[in-house]
Structure formats: C-alpha cells, structure tokens
C-alpha cells in the first residue's frame, strides 16, 4: 500500500474531524469526508471556495479568518474555539487546530482540523449554572436559617422554648427540600406540598383539614417559602385556633386569580369552629413569616383575624411561583 493511499484512507476513516486545506488566500484546496459529514457541503461544491464559509457572519465581519492565518503562519500553529456554520445555516460550536502546510520551510497553504464540541459546550454551560443556582440557593437557605434562628432566641421565654421552636422549623424546611429533591424534580405537586406541610400524614388531623384545588405546581424558591408559611399557619391553629378543639376546621382552596392584571396563583386558609380569635397584640416570627409571603415572585398575603376564625388569603404571579430557578 503506497503513502499516498494511506493518506486517503485516514482522511475517509476520521469521519468525526473535518480536515480541510486551503492555499496561502484561504481558498479550498481539499475537503475531508469528514468535513462533508460536519458541515454539509460536499468537495465539489466548496472547492476553490473561501474557505471562512464555515465561520460566523459576525466572525468574518471581524476578520477573524484571516487573523487565524496569520497567527498559524507567525505561530506555526492557531487554536480556536468558536461557533461555526453548517451549510444549513445552523451553529455548532468547534474546536479548532490550523498549522501551515510547509514545503522546506516556505509555506504553501493551510490545514485546518475541526472538531464539532457542542454537548461539551453545553454541557459545560449547564455545569456553570448549576454551580450558580447552587451557591444562590445555599445563600438564600443559609440566610434564612439565620434568620429563624436569631428570630427564634430573641422570641423565646428560654432556651428550651427557644431550641424547640428552631427544631420544628427547620425541621419544616428540611422536609420541604426533601420533596423537592426525593422523587418529585424541580417542581412540586401544590397539594403534595399542602399536605406534608401541614402533616395531614403524620398526626392523624386529616378530617379536620379539606383541601381543594386543581393540579398545579410550583417552584423550588417558592415551594419553600410556601411550606414554611403554611407551618406557620398549622402551628398557629393547633396552639390558638381551629385546630386546638376537637370540632375545629381548616379549609385550604388554590387555584388560579389575577394580580396587578397578571396570572396569580392564590391560596385561601379559612378556619372554623375555633375559640374566639383575637389579634395578637405583638408580631412574632411566625407572624412575619407568614406576611413574607411566598419567594420568589410579586406577591400579596391578606392576614385577618376574624371572630369566626383565622382568614389568610396568598396572591402570587404565576410565572414566578411556578419558575424553576
């Protein structure tokens, strides 16, 4: 087998590189197969072509194929990693290697190697975000176990009081990433979450609670928040509401409602048949936590404290109560 044929076979074999070669004026000279499978012109139609038909309009406009030539000559070689373009129009991000095509020392033209490294592009991307959505929501947890915690003391009669109170909460927030992480995704079912914030499951209270509202579901940021405020809520009712007697009610209705002209989530939390309520005369954590809302999305939280029975009503956006980061 001669040299020469050789040389064919490894240019018809390495199908996943496009090896192109072009003279001193960047025109092609030759097209690999594997050029054809990457970038959908045959031979035949790019040859004599310039061969920056594979660069961006917006890298040509830059002179950027021209730059590549120079560097590999004054280099002896050019590396780059950027978008390039498919007969089709369509981008693809590549790796790229040009060395000078020499004939004793004197340059003659160009070889370029390309490779197509978009899933790496992408997946390199993606592990960017991840990190950054990582550390946000770190932060933003960090921030408010933090804030339970100093709420918690400065609230509490004694330390006891004070560490059963940051127990149950955090308690609630660890239970809260579990769904989120354990089986459920990004997203979580709004009764799913109803139901283990207000442990229908555990403590055996399930005929004192109704639950109704359509299939909906709602976002890691504001799955959190809502789990917390609705701990409030049941926490509040079996110390001083519905809950607390053995004939008290929880009604708990969701769905969808209008907020500054947009799209809203809305829960309704109603109790009946409770002692006699009476607004509390200083704001406590729990308080707050409730009036904070639901993250990660304009909201409004309505808090009144009506003979008859507790009334908290939530108003969301949609788009960000159901947003995934």
Known sequence: ?????????????AID???ITADLSGNVTSWSVGAQELFGWSEAEVLGL????????????????????????????????????RKDGSKFWASGLMLPLQDGGTAEGFLKIVRDRTQQKRADELQSMLSQELSHRLKNQLAMVQGIVNQSLRRADNIEAARVSISQRLGVLGRAHDLLLTGYGERIAVQTLIERSVNLHQDGHGS??????????????????LAMLLHELTTNAFKYGALSTAGGHVS??????????????????LEKNGPPVVEPTAEGLGTRLIRSGVAGAPNHVDLVYAPDGLRCTVLAQLKGFQADL
Request: net charge negative; aromatic share 8%.
């Open 208 to 225: 004192q609670f109704n639950l109704e509202g359509p299939a909906l579901e709602v976002g890691p940021q504001s799955a959190l928040s």
């Open 252 to 269: 708990v209705k969701w769905g969808i409602a209008d907020l500054d002209g947009e799209p809203a989530f809305r829960l309704d939390w």
């Open 50 to 85: 310039a061969a920056d038909i594979i660069f961006t309009s917006d890298d040509r406009a830059q002179d950027v194929p021209r730059k590549e030539m120079a560097n590999a000559l004054k280099n002896g070689r050019a590396t780059d990693e950027r978008w390039h373009v």
């Open 1 to 13: 087998m001669t040299n020469k044929r050789i040389a064919e076979l490894v240019l018809e074999s």
């Open 17 to 19: 590189y496009a090896i």
